[in-house]
């Protein structure tokens, strides 16, 4: 039986280094995996998952996103010059008051999240379609349905992205008789536990860079960091719960387009549809995280 190739960007870490493992450890041997990783030297702990007993399933390769030839080195690695499931996970954070991010910080984060994600379906579309058949995961988050405070950056480059996935979705379905392209799915993620946070450019309380900001900007953002802490302590998800839900994405027969890998945050998503001059949706998020600081 021929194998479902498998192309993963962001497998150093993370939600994509245990897909990596879950895939290549199926016992059933179904899938071919090819792990990316921006920097090699970050291997070591997908081999040490793997132990080395996925030799025929399992493949490691350099692939920068926001490098588009380094994207079609790694696609002319791919051995069996397919790839029939592209899952887009590599992405960066970027938290703290607008007025003190730089414009390199800015321009990288859009730069990973939106045009990396972007030139990525780029390179692996054409040969979908000249195939005949293919799907394309993207992990995306709470963060590209709804606002979240302090993360203006990473929220434009999320929701870019869910835009984007949305047109795809609707021309792809335009053409799914023809050419068998199966869907374009969103993988809504909420706060996970993996090496995001640690990688995560965040503005610290006393940093120099925050001298510059008004006093009640900081006392709300010290208030958010607070917020951010407890939610990580006792809601964040495992990677293994996540890769779950990716599972049930890849073996659909009829994938949806969103995926949510929890319930805590749709609803403050239907309240933009609901209440459309978007104010109860702002006092809804105000409250949950700014409940005790003065209105």
């Not at 005949?132 to 995306?140: A, E, P, S």
């Not at 979240?148 to 870019?160: D, G, I, Q, R, T």
């Amino acid at each position: 039986m021929e194998k479902k190739v498998v192309l993963i960007t962001g497998c150093s870490s993370g939600i994509g280094l245990s897909l990596a493992v879950r895939l290549a450890s199926d016992t059933s041997k179904v899938f071919k995996v090819y792990a990316t990783m921006r920097n090699l030297a970050k291997k070591e702990r997908l081999l040490d998952c793997v132990k080395g007993l996925h030799q025929d399933t399992l493949e490691i390769l350099q692939m920068d996103v926001t490098d588009r030839q380094s994207i079609l080195t790694a696609r002319d690695k791919v051995v069996e010059k397919r790839v029939d499931i592209l899952v887009c996970n590599a992405g960066v954070g970027l938290m703290g008051p607008l007025e003190v991010q730089s414009l390199d910080s800015m321009r990288h984060v859009l730069e990973v999240n939106l045009l990396g994600t972007i030139q990525t379906m780029q390179v692996f579309l054409s040969g979908m379609k000249a195939q005949g058949q293919g799907r394309i995961l993207v992990t995306g988050s709470t963060g590209g349905l709804h606002g979240l405070p302090f993360n203006e950056v990473y929220c434009a480059s999320k929701f870019a992205i869910e835009g984007a996935c949305e047109i795809l979705m609707t021309t792809s379905s335009l053409l799914t008789e023809i050419l068998k392209i199966k869907k374009y799915c969103s993988i809504t993620c909420g706060p996970v536990n993996s090496d995001f946070l640690i990688n995560l450019q965040k503005a610290e309380l006393g940093d120099s860079s925050l001298q510059q900001v008004d006093g009640r900007t900081l006392s709300l953002y010290e208030k958010y960091l607070q917020h951010c802490s407890t939610v990580f302590q006792n809601a964040a998800q495992d990677t293994e719960d996540i890769v779950e839900v990716f599972l049930d994405a890849i073996h659909s027969a009829s994938p949806a387009f969103r995926y949510f890998t929890n319930s805590v945050m749709p609803p403050l998503t239907k309240l933009k549809v609901t209440e459309p001059d978007g104010m109860e949706y702002i006092k809804a998020m105000s409250k949950i995280i700014f409940a005790d600081q003065d209105q």
